[in-house]
């Protein structure tokens, strides 16, 4: 039974070589050929090419490289991939924590992404990648409808306070104007025609204290929201690299001090949100 030798042939006649041919090679470039074919011209066919690019030996190695990388293309094509897993405080999990960034990157000051994803915990994969552009102003929505709350909750135990205690004086600069309100009987929502009919009719028993005293309460109030959303990010991130940095340096366990400083508070988020609401009514019922 004949056997062709799959993809060779002849260099001189180009006909196909089977097992029982007499093929010999060139000793040069190792081009086959028919004994018959190599001795009626007495050389390669293939001699013009030696020494060149073209030469038989270095065209076929080409083509042996170009065709094993295309399969082992294929292969990886056709075979699913291996699910990668990402580190994250909680062990290994297939799900990129880190928002794309690697987990060498430095943040600042010799702080990496891995060790800031650890130290934040949790929504990683929207602070890691805000940490890493490290632009001053982004927007946290969170921190613009709740200042206080969401300072206190990423236990940015400083300004939390400082942000409660503008969010208190803003609200009791705006308790004078409420008074009036009550013993004026007006009630309702604020942005109902009926509302703002009601108050064009007695703007005459709201003193100009009152007035300005509500304006400086709703400034302070708004100026807070829209910093506090517009800066949030960027004073958190300063506050995960300061605090991660000296956990470094300091610290004697760091995996402790790690969930110690870091990751969230549910508790003093409540506080923040709800707690200014209970200390008002408490102050304004002695007033």
Same mark, same amino acid.
């Given at each position: 039974?004949?056997?062709? +030798?799959?993809?060779? $042939?002849?260099?001189?006649?180009?006909?196909?070589? !089977?097992?029982?041919?007499?093929?010999?090679?060139?000793?040069?470039?190792?081009?086959?050929?028919?004994?018959?074919?190599? +001795?009626?011209?007495?050389?390669? %066919?293939?001699?013009?090419?030696?020494?060149?690019? +073209?030469?038989?030996?270095?065209?076929?190695?080409?083509?042996?490289?170009?065709?094993?990388?295309?399969?082992? @293309?294929?292969?990886?094509? *056709?075979?699913?991939? %291996?699910?990668?897993?990402?580190?994250?405080?909680?062990?290994?999990?297939?799900?990129?924590?880190?928002?794309?960034?690697?987990?060498?990157?430095?943040?600042?000051?010799?702080?990496? *992404?891995?060790?800031?994803?650890?130290?934040?915990?949790?929504?990683?994969?929207?602070?890691?990648?805000?940490?890493?552009?490290?632009?001053?102003?982004?927007?946290?929505?969170?921190?613009? =409808?709740?200042?206080?709350?969401?300072?206190?909750?990423?236990?940015?135990?400083?300004?939390?306070?400082? %942000?409660?205690?503008?969010? =208190?004086?803003?609200? =009791?600069?705006?308790?004078?104007?409420?008074?009036?309100?009550?013993?004026?009987?007006?009630?309702? $929502?604020?942005?109902?025609?009926?509302?703002?009919? *009601?108050?064009?009719?007695?703007?005459?028993?709201?003193?100009?204290?009152?007035?300005?005293?509500?304006?400086?309460?709703?400034?302070?109030? @708004?100026?807070?929201?829209?910093?506090?959303?517009?800066?949030?990010?960027?004073?958190?991130?300063?506050?995960?690299?300061?605090?991660?940095?000296?956990?470094?340096?300091?610290?004697?366990?760091?995996?402790?001090? !790690?969930?110690?400083?870091?990751?969230?508070?549910?508790?003093?988020?409540?506080?923040?949100?709800?707690?200014?609401?209970?200390?008002?009514?408490?102050?304004?019922?002695?007033?």
């Amino acid at each position: 039974m004949s056997i062709q +030798n799959k993809g060779i $042939s002849c260099a001189l006649c180009h006909a196909y070589l !089977f097992d029982e041919d007499d093929v010999v090679y060139c000793p040069e470039c190792g081009a086959p050929h028919h004994r018959e074919c190599y +001795n009626s011209i007495g050389k390669c %066919a293939l001699e013009t090419f030696h020494g060149t690019e +073209n030469q038989y030996d270095k065209v076929k190695r080409a083509m042996e490289e170009q065709e094993k990388a295309d399969k082992e @293309s294929e292969q990886e094509k *056709a075979e699913p991939k %291996a699910e990668e897993k990402f580190e994250t405080p909680f062990g290994f999990a297939p799900v990129d924590f880190l928002g794309g960034v690697k987990p060498d990157t430095v943040i600042e000051d010799g702080v990496t *992404a891995k060790e800031a994803a650890r130290f934040v915990m949790s929504n990683t994969m929207r602070y890691i990648p805000k940490f890493a552009r490290g632009r001053k102003a982004s927007w946290n929505f969170l921190a613009f =409808l709740t200042p206080c709350g969401w300072f206190l909750s990423r236990k940015m135990y400083k300004i939390g306070i400082i %942000a409660g205690v503008l969010q =208190l004086i803003s609200s =009791l600069l705006t308790l004078p104007y409420q008074n009036v309100l009550i013993n004026l009987g007006i009630t309702g $929502s604020m942005y109902s025609p009926e509302f703002a009919q *009601a108050i064009a009719q007695n703007i005459d028993k709201f003193s100009p204290l009152v007035i300005l005293a509500l304006l400086i309460g709703g400034l302070i109030s @708004s100026a807070l929201s829209v910093l506090s959303g517009i800066f949030g990010d960027w004073l958190y991130r300063k506050h995960v690299v300061d605090t991660v940095r000296e956990i470094k340096q300091n610290s004697e366990d760091i995996e402790a001090d !790690f969930r110690k400083k870091g990751g969230i508070n549910f508790f003093l988020f409540f506080v923040g949100l709800f707690g200014l609401q209970y200390i008002l009514t408490f102050i304004a019922a002695f007033i």
